[in-house]
Each structure stands twice: as structure tokens, then as C-alpha cells.
């Protein structure tokens, strides 16, 4: 439960970057004036949190499963002799 509290956290996080980095690259004027290299750094910087951000939420969907199934009570299973 601790890890699924600290994932969701970082993804609000990665939220929020990830809209700072878009809202910069959307920027006609940082695009147009900015040193070629400084704005590809940035689009470098948006495509990895983007990246991770899907990975962390894989991970959650996994866990998510996961904690379903453990809590399902198992089935009964009948032996026939």
C-alpha cells in the first residue's frame, strides 16, 4: 500500500513536469530563439518523463491485479475419488 501511495505521488509529480516541459516546448519564442541544442534538451527531458511515466503506470495496473487477486478468497476445490 506504501508503494502504491509513493507511485501515484511521483506520477503527480511527472504530471506536473510534463506540463511545465509542454507548456516551455509550446513557446514559439523559446523554440525560435533558444540555442537549437537547449531545445532539444527539452524534448529529450519530455520524451523520458513521458516514458516513465507510462512505465509507473504499468507498474500500478500490475499491482492493482495483483492486490485483486490476493484478496479474492480462493475457490474451493472438490476432489472426486
Do not use: H, S, W
Not at 3 to 13: A, G, H, S
Not at 16 to 39: H, M, R, S, T, W
Not at 60 to 79: D, F
Amino acid at each position: 500500500e506504501q508503494e502504491k501511495d509513493r507511485l501515484q505521488k511521483e506520477l503527480q509529480n511527472l504530471r506536473g513536469y510534463i506540463g511545465e516541459l509542454e507548456k516551455k516546448l509550446a513557446n514559439k519564442d523559446f523554440v525560435n530563439n533558444a540555442p537549437q541544442e537547449v531545445v532539444q534538451t527539452e524534448r529529450q527531458k519530455l520524451t523520458e518523463a513521458e516514458e516513465k511515466y507510462e512505465k509507473i503506470e504499468e507498474k500500478l495496473r500490475v499491482m492493482e491485479k495483483t492486490m485483486n487477486a490476493i484478496q479474492q478468497k480462493p475457490q474451493k476445490i472438490q476432489y472426486v475419488f
